[in-house]
């Protein structure tokens, strides 16, 4: 059967600290998958945790273990075994109380569990007596099958039940076989559910890097192009600017010519407003002219943060190329381990049509010689 998740959920896993025995360590950046494992096959829980190849959590629940909440959304548990005390921050008190149920309702399960009983050997036989005195005894033990002779010289029948029995050595060859598969089977499923984890979560840390990567790069063309608009515009007012001064000083001048040859006083009113207009609207520019200044540096400003983001996004960028490398490494082990698996399950296969072929030779071999033992008997 193997090892197979029954439960999940996310959390910041922690552990305590080994030297001063009171501070968390965090041994997970980010959320991780926090699992309840169940084993058929020792009959045992785990809880495992793995954040991206590396185990972070491998506990057994034993009966003495109690999960203890400290906070809404904090829980923690002490592990013998491992020699360290576990701590798990979750998002909501309600994924805290479901976790924190799952862990007593598994340890109130390992306190009920009886422990397996050795099983004996079953011993069923038969015997005959010969004419000659001869006592056959037959003995089936945990579906082997021997033929002993007390006493008596016949050779013949000896050799007879001898031919009938099947090899011990061959039969236990063949349960060690299976148990050996059968562990194996166990540690590539283990294997394989460890790397499905760590493949999924790969995945999406590298689906929403990719998302922020892409609202970066559409915020830094926006400014971008915000930034040339600004400037252009910057431009353009400069130039009106500089034209709009050309035009007062031209207007000075012709003020000043006018007044000192006594010229029209109406001319030199005209002029004068004209001058008034004139130097209303370049401060008017001037004063445009600040704020897109100001604006600008803020852009600047802007643009040198992006320039930042542009680095941290080629950072993000050989992240996700490494973590489409782990993936795909990820899922050639994986479909490595499903290859071992499938060929696991062959040699099982195989192993138990030869175990169901040596049982039906076993039965006609005890069917010819309990046949024999009649005979014997009918003899005598």
């Keep these: 059967m193997g090892e197979q998740p029954i439960y999940t959920t996310r959390a910041h896993v922690f552990q305590i600290d080994p030297t001063t025995k009171k501070n968390w360590?965090?041994?997970s950046k980010q959320a991780v998958a926090v699992s309840y494992f169940y084993d058929s096959t020792?009959?045992?829980y785990r809880i495992i945790s793995v954040d991206g190849s590396k185990a972070i959590i491998n506990s057994t629940i034993t009966p003495l273990m109690t999960f203890t909440k400290t906070s809404q959304k904090f829980g923690q548990w002490s592990d013998g075994r491992a020699n360290t005390v576990y701590g798990l921050g979750f998002g909501s008190e309600v994924e805290l109380n479901k976790f924190a149920e799952k862990f007593n309702e598994i340890r109130e399960v390992t306190k009920q569990t009886p422990e397996k009983s050795k099983s004996g050997e079953v011993s069923t036989g038969s015997g005959s007596v010969q004419s000659n005195g001869t006592v056959v005894k037959t003995t089936v033990t945990n579906n082997y099958?021997?033929?002993n002779q007390t006493k008596g010289s016949d050779q013949n029948e000896d050799n007879t039940s001898t031919d009938n029995t099947i090899p011990q050595s061959s039969l236990i060859n063949l349960r060690q076989g299976g148990d050996s598969h059968s562990a194996t089977d166990s540690q590539l499923k283990y294997a394989n559910d460890r790397l499905k984890i760590a493949l999924a979560q790969s995945s999406a840390n590298a689906k929403k890097w990719e998302t922020e990567l892409q609202t970066l790069k559409n915020n830094n063309a926006k400014l971008t192009t915000a930034l040339q608009e600004s400037t252009a515009n910057v431009e353009e007012w400069k130039r009106q600017l500089a034209s709009y001064k050309d035009e007062s000083s031209r207007l000075k001048?012709?003020?000043i010519e006018l007044e000192s040859t006594g010229g029209d006083t109406t001319k030199v009113s005209v002029l004068e407003k004209e001058k008034t207009d004139l130097e209303n609207r370049l401060s008017s520019v001037e004063s445009d002219n600040r704020m897109k200044e100001q604006e600008i540096i803020r852009l600047s400003r802007?643009?040198?943060?992006?320039?930042?983001?542009?680095?941290?996004?080629?950072?993000?960028e050989n992240r996700i190329k490494s973590l489409q490398q782990e993936n795909q490494s990820f899922q050639d082990a994986l479909q490595d381990m499903r290859s071992q698996l499938q060929q696991t399950r062959q040699k099982e296969e195989r192993q138990r049509q030869d175990s169901s072929r040596i049982h039906s030779q076993l039965g006609q071999k005890l069917q010819e010689v309990m046949q024999l033992h009649n005979q014997m008997g009918n003899h005598v």
């Design 253 to 255: 001048k012709r003020i």
């Design 42 to 44: 020792r009959n045992s």
């Design 25 to 27: 360590l965090p041994s």
């Design 302 to 316: 802007r643009v040198d943060d992006l320039s930042t983001l542009e680095n941290q996004n080629r950072t993000l």
């Design 145 to 147: 099958v021997s033929s």
